[in-house]
């Protein structure tokens, strides 16, 4: 039997909005399907959220860790 339920992510745990009737320790599979953006300037408003409360420092040492693409894939000799 499928259900279709709406949920919240928080503090990694997905929270049905709704009972679920499951005995316990029922496994099961999850399909996520996110809502549409209803608006894009809320959307590019939450991604400049990513570097709040870090200062200029500590965002040029993330982008340079993440910049750096010399470690990436690299091989062990």
Do not use: C
């Not at 929270?15 to 549409?36: A, F, G, N, Y």
């Not at 200062?55 to 860790?65: K, P, T, Y």
């Amino acid at each position: 039997m499928d259900y279709i339920l709406e949920a919240i992510f928080e503090n990694g745990v997905l929270k049905p909005l709704e009972s679920l009737k499951l005995p316990d320790h029922q496994r099961v599979k999850i399909t996520i399907q996110l809502p549409p953006v209803e608006n894009p300037y809320e959307e590019l408003e939450s991604w400049h959220q990513v570097y709040a409360g870090f200062s200029d420092a500590d965002i040029r040492d993330i982008e340079s860790i993440a910049f750096d693409r010399s470690h990436f894939m690299a091989q062990e000799i």
